[in-house]
């Protein structure tokens, strides 16, 4: 769990190749024992690593195999499942790497459905990242409600990485032609969001 959190934070340093090596070494080092629910959870983290190096077979393998044990932990029941709700965040990632925006706003949407209210950060956090999938897809209506739905929680999710999520959302909205609260901000433009 240790080397499989490692990961995960070195993903988010931008280390990708490190934190590749450190989810191989996580699924490398799980006891032949390890309950479905810890399988999936490594095997998740070892497949967003795999996405972001653009590995997408070994990627899409290892999300398979998440989806495969976190429905095994599912069946079996006891304390070691997999959230569904984290699971599909991860399938989110893995895809919005391969550059499926499609298939990552899927995702990301079937996940905020299945997150409990209380889980506001997590919410907040997907809905930040929502809006830039949903603005990548050219659904610049959908992006503005998920800004607003965000902006709606902003005061429980202040930290530096959100802080600048969010100036570069409303940066992207400002270069499509207004705030996402104005009434020109909902206009679409021809052409691809802009980037």
Known sequence: MALRD????????????????????????????????????????????????????????HLEGAQQWAGRATAEGGPHRYPEPALLYQAAQVHRSLRSTDLSLSYLRASLRARPAGEHRTIGVSLLQLAHLELDAGNIHQARRAYTSFR??????????????????????????????????????????AG
């Open 152 to 193: 709606e929680r902003q005061d429980a999710l202040r930290s530096p990485a959100t802080t600048l999520q969010l100036s570069r959302l409303e940066n992207r909205f400002a270069r499509l032609g207004g705030w996402p609260g104005s009434p020109e901000g909902g206009r679409r433009r021809s052409g691809p969001a």
């Open 6 to 61: 490692q990961s995960t934070q070195a993903g988010a340093l931008g280390h990708q190749a490190y934190a590749a090596r450190l989810a191989d070494a996580a699924a490398e080092h799980l006891p032949p024992d390890a309950a479905p629910g810890v399988r999936a959870f490594v095997l998740a983290q070892r497949a967003v690593a795999a996405a972001r190096l653009r590995q997408a077979a070994e990627a899409l393998r």
